[in-house]
Protein backbone atom coordinates (compact mmCIF):
# COMPACT_ATOMS: atom_id res chain seq x y z
CA UNK A 1 0.00 0.00 0.00
CA UNK A 2 1.27 3.50 -1.23
CA UNK A 3 0.07 5.53 2.29
CA UNK A 4 2.04 2.59 4.42
CA UNK A 5 5.32 3.01 2.38
CA UNK A 6 4.93 6.53 2.19
CA UNK A 7 4.58 6.31 6.17
CA UNK A 8 7.55 4.04 6.53
CA UNK A 9 9.70 6.32 4.63
CA UNK A 10 8.84 9.34 7.38
CA UNK A 11 9.27 7.07 10.75
CA UNK A 12 12.51 5.42 9.60
CA UNK A 13 14.14 8.77 7.95
CA UNK A 14 12.68 10.65 10.90
CA UNK A 15 12.31 13.48 8.09
CA UNK A 16 8.53 13.21 7.74
CA UNK A 17 5.38 15.35 9.20
CA UNK A 18 2.03 14.84 9.72
CA UNK A 19 -0.64 17.38 10.28
CA UNK A 20 -2.61 17.15 13.15
CA UNK A 21 -5.76 17.86 10.74
CA UNK A 22 -4.91 14.73 9.18
CA UNK A 23 -4.31 12.83 12.05
CA UNK A 24 -8.22 13.57 12.81
CA UNK A 25 -9.59 13.51 9.48
CA UNK A 26 -7.58 9.66 9.38
CA UNK A 27 -9.62 8.95 12.30
CA UNK A 28 -12.65 10.05 11.07
CA UNK A 29 -12.66 7.74 8.35
CA UNK A 30 -11.44 4.86 10.33
CA UNK A 31 -14.02 4.80 12.73
CA UNK A 32 -17.25 5.36 10.15
CA UNK A 33 -15.78 4.11 6.54
CA UNK A 34 -13.75 1.51 6.98
CA UNK A 35 -14.98 -1.90 5.94
CA UNK A 36 -14.02 -3.20 9.80
CA UNK A 37 -13.79 0.26 11.93
CA UNK A 38 -11.32 1.19 14.12
CA UNK A 39 -11.96 0.05 17.17
CA UNK A 40 -10.65 2.59 20.03
CA UNK A 41 -7.85 0.90 21.26
CA UNK A 42 -6.35 0.09 17.51
CA UNK A 43 -6.68 3.98 17.22
CA UNK A 44 -4.89 4.18 20.51
CA UNK A 45 -2.25 2.20 19.29
CA UNK A 46 -1.67 3.54 16.24
CA UNK A 47 -1.69 7.59 17.52
CA UNK A 48 1.07 6.42 20.44
CA UNK A 49 2.95 4.27 17.98
CA UNK A 50 3.02 6.50 14.73
CA UNK A 51 1.36 9.65 14.77
CA UNK A 52 2.57 10.96 17.92
CA UNK A 53 6.28 10.45 16.18
CA UNK A 54 5.12 12.29 12.87
CA UNK A 55 3.05 15.36 14.84
CA UNK A 56 4.86 18.25 15.61
CA UNK A 57 3.56 21.07 14.00
CA UNK A 58 0.86 22.30 16.59
CA UNK A 59 -2.01 24.23 16.03
CA UNK A 60 -1.49 28.10 16.27
CA UNK A 61 -2.73 31.47 15.74
CA UNK A 62 0.44 31.80 13.30
CA UNK A 63 -0.61 28.51 11.82
CA UNK A 64 -4.53 29.58 10.95
CA UNK A 65 -3.32 33.37 10.22
CA UNK A 66 -0.75 31.54 7.78
CA UNK A 67 -3.85 29.61 6.53
CA UNK A 68 -5.78 32.04 5.84
CA UNK A 69 -2.96 34.05 3.68
CA UNK A 70 -2.71 31.11 1.65
CA UNK A 71 -6.64 30.47 1.13
CA UNK A 72 -6.95 33.40 -1.76
CA UNK A 73 -3.75 33.00 -2.98
CA UNK A 74 -4.19 29.63 -3.94
CA UNK A 75 -7.88 29.12 -4.07
CA UNK A 76 -7.42 26.42 -1.13
CA UNK A 77 -10.25 25.20 0.48
CA UNK A 78 -9.82 25.73 4.68
CA UNK A 79 -8.73 22.42 6.01
CA UNK A 80 -6.53 22.44 2.67
CA UNK A 81 -4.80 25.13 3.60
CA UNK A 82 -4.19 24.44 7.12
CA UNK A 83 -2.59 21.06 5.89
CA UNK A 84 -0.50 23.36 3.70
CA UNK A 85 0.38 25.90 6.49
CA UNK A 86 1.46 23.24 8.52
CA UNK A 87 3.61 21.34 5.93
CA UNK A 88 5.45 24.48 5.05
CA UNK A 89 5.70 25.61 9.19
CA UNK A 90 7.60 22.36 9.10
CA UNK A 91 9.71 23.31 6.48
CA UNK A 92 8.55 20.26 4.35
CA UNK A 93 9.96 20.45 0.85
CA UNK A 94 7.28 18.23 -0.62
CA UNK A 95 3.36 17.85 0.42
CA UNK A 96 1.98 14.36 -0.33
CA UNK A 97 -2.00 14.34 -1.14
CA UNK A 98 -4.46 13.68 -3.28
CA UNK A 99 -6.49 16.24 -2.71
CA UNK A 100 -4.40 19.13 -4.65
CA UNK A 101 -3.02 19.94 -8.07
CA UNK A 102 0.07 17.46 -8.63
CA UNK A 103 2.97 19.58 -9.19
CA UNK A 104 1.34 22.74 -7.77
CA UNK A 105 3.92 24.44 -6.11
CA UNK A 106 2.96 26.97 -2.62
CA UNK A 107 5.62 28.73 -1.21
CA UNK A 108 8.47 26.82 -2.19
CA UNK A 109 6.20 23.47 -1.32
CA UNK A 110 5.86 20.80 -3.83
CA UNK A 111 2.24 19.14 -4.28
CA UNK A 112 2.92 15.30 -5.38
CA UNK A 113 -0.29 12.55 -5.92
CA UNK A 114 1.15 9.56 -4.62
CA UNK A 115 -1.52 7.76 -6.56
CA UNK A 116 -1.19 8.73 -9.52
Not at 82 to 91: F, K, M, Q, R, S
Amino acid sequence: MISRKLMNVALDSGKGIISYQVVQEFFNVARRRFAEPMRPDQAEQLLSTMFHRLWTVQPSSALYLRALRLLDRFHLQWYDAVIVAGAIEGECRILYTEDLQHGQEIDGLEVQNPFL
